[in-house]
């Protein structure tokens, strides 16, 4: 199958914040990450996302209506990221998706990577994660104004993720209710430009967070749009 899409089977400082507080990272071991076997490419990696970890949601949907939520950048060595299409849709987005009551950021990344992509934590390496939560509202016409709670979005902790397996490890279609039916490589702002107008703030804040793990030779520069 093609390496630039694929329909199934194959391809696929020194404190964290989050809300007010800011917590020391060396607060925070790495002995989580190691215990699940989670490849991280470095201490501050795994410190990075152990102290998000500290930050365990107790409920689907926070007090101020957003619900917790991991997004995830998944990038091969050239630089280029994982730009999936949407089922039956022609939005494109990256693999992202909500946190369970009992979940931890990081242990629902590798659930949300397997579920989308079919990839699993020997197949990516861990390169860094957003040091707290990055918001997005919903606009009015996607809000369910009659549940209760109510959610008014989401809020994400980003990771970014190097590709070390094949992209033969990788399905689109090993959930019951896919979330992809087609993907490509892109590169690495595009997607600002093509998601949802509502999720770009966000996306743009996340590429420039992880950009210098991601490019330790410096950031790409920033398009002319």
């Given amino acids: 199958a093609s390496s630039t899409q694929r329909a199934t089977a194959g391809s696929a400082s020194s404190s964290a914040r989050i809300g007010a507080v800011s917590v020391p990272l060396s607060t925070f071991s790495t002995s989580a990450a190691r215990r699940g076997g989670f490849p991280c490419r470095s201490r501050e990696a795994c410190g990075r996302i152990d102290a998000v970890r500290f930050f365990r949601p107790a409920i689907v949907i926070d007090p101020d209506g957003y619900r917790p939520n991991v997004g995830i950048i998944l990038m091969r060595d050239s630089g280029e990221v994982f730009w999936a299409r949407r089922v ?15 979940e931890t950021p990081v242990e629902a990344m590798f659930r949300e990577l397997q579920e989308e992509t079919g990839l699993a934590a020997q197949h ?4 860094g994660s957003t040091p707290g939560w990055l918001r997005y509202r919903l606009p009015s016409r996607f809000v369910r104004h009659g ?5 008014i979005g989401q809020k994400q902790v980003w990771f970014l993720l190097r590709m070390v397996g094949n992209e033969d490890d990788g399905r689109l279609d090993v959930s019951e209710h896919p979330e992809f039916d087609r993907w490509r490589w892109a590169d690495w702002w595009d997607a600002v430009h093509d998601v949802i107008y509502f999720k770009r703030h966000v996306y743009s804040r996340a590429l ?4 210098a793990q ?10 002319q749009w």
């Fill in 88 to 102: 039956n849709r022609d939005g494109w987005q990256f693999p992202q998706g909500g946190m369970r009551s009992d």
């Fill in 124 to 127: 990516v390496e861990v390169l």
């Fill in 147 to 151: 549940e209760r709670p109510t959610c």
């Fill in 208 to 211: 420039h967070e992880l950009g």
């Fill in 214 to 223: 991601a490019f330790p030779e410096g950031r790409r520069p920033y398009p």
